[in-house]
């Protein structure tokens, strides 16, 4: 039986240590011949106020591992501490696809420095990237930082409509 991804749920901020937790058991337990990776997909980022790099996660909560699935497998992966279970079904979980890993690794694989947090400033003038609005323009209103959101300004039909929007949903305009 061929390897596959799946993905699973994790206490959010303890990807790591549940990471550590599931490489320690798959030694303890002599099943390194069925399982293969096992990724957190996050970045680092420099943010440039705090003058520190952050391990930022692209999926809080979840983690990817490669392995064969078998009943053995399963109750070591779901009775591994900090795990709460496999994504999408609580038996027979399907595997990740393989388009949507080889996004996820090849957005791993593009670090090679810590990348810096985007600063925005009020009244700067935005491009929206994701969501209904994408491609449209839009000037910002308020800056949330400990959310890491913003209030945009959209005007459609010329009303204006404000938008709330993560930092990795807009880009600046040069």
Excluded: C
Aim: net charge neutral; hydrophobic share 35%; no cysteine.
């Amino acid at each position: 039986m061929s390897m596959q991804w799946y993905a699973v749920h994790t206490l959010s901020g303890s990807e790591d240590r549940a990471m550590k937790a599931l490489g320690q058991r798959v030694q303890m337990y002599e099943l390194d011949d069925r399982f293969g990776r096992v990724l957190v997909p996050s970045e680092t980022v420099y943010d440039a106020k705090t003058k520190r790099t952050i391990t930022r996660r692209f999926y809080p909560g979840y983690m990817l591992v490669e392995m064969v699935l078998d009943n053995e497998t399963w109750h070591l992966v779901k009775n591994t501490p900090k795990v709460t279970g496999f994504v999408g079904g609580s038996r027979n979980p399907p595997p990740v696809p393989a388009a949507e890993v080889r996004k996820i690794t090849a957005m791993l694989s593009d670090e090679e420095e810590p990348r810096p947090v985007m600063n925005f400033d009020i009244g700067e003038e935005v491009r929206l990237t994701e969501g209904r609005y994408a491609s449209m323009r839009g000037t910002i209103e308020e800056i949330n930082e400990t959310r890491g959101k913003l209030r945009v300004i959209i005007n459609i039909f010329g009303r204006p409509v404000p938008t709330e929007l993560g930092f990795h949903q807009v880009e600046k305009l040069s």
